[in-house]
């Protein structure tokens, strides 16, 4: 939950470098509470089948957007990408399998151009 919570203090920033459990426990929470509330919309009546998409969930999916997009650019700080990168997910089937590839990579070691080594490793 620290790690969820560290994305969601730096909501808006899109400068620096975050490690790869920041991000993937990020990713966990952020779809365990994304379940929990569609099960909830679905118990009490909020989703909308012309929508696709229920109300609670909805406001979870709009109220994490910019968060998610952040932490997803500060990991790919890490692997030395920009996070442009991130554009790759529109293309078809193969964006989204690269995406997943370049945020699972481990760091970059030592400091890069977009600040010092988040594990505090300088080798």
């Known amino acids: 939950m620290n790690w969820f919570m560290s994305a969601l203090k730096k909501y808006a920033v899109f400068s620096g470098r975050s490690q790869r459990s920041e991000y993937w426990f990020y990713i966990l929470i952020y779809m365990i509470l ?8 679905a118990v009490l009546g909020l989703y909308s089948d012309h929508a696709q998409i229920g109300l609670l969930s ?8 910019i968060p ?22 529109f293309i078809p089937l193969i964006g989204i399998i690269v995406l997943i590839v370049f945020l ?4 970059e070691p030592g400091a890069n151009k977009y600040g010092p080594n988040p594990k505090g490793v300088d080798s």
């Open 34 to 41: 994304y379940v929990v509330l569609s099960v909830i919309d």
């Open 58 to 65: 909805g406001l979870l999916a709009l109220g994490l957007f």
């Open 68 to 89: 998610s997009i952040a932490v997803a650019a500060r990991r790919l700080h890490d692997t030395g990408r920009t996070g442009w990168w991130q554009l790759i997910a």
């Open 104 to 107: 699972a990579t481990d760091s």
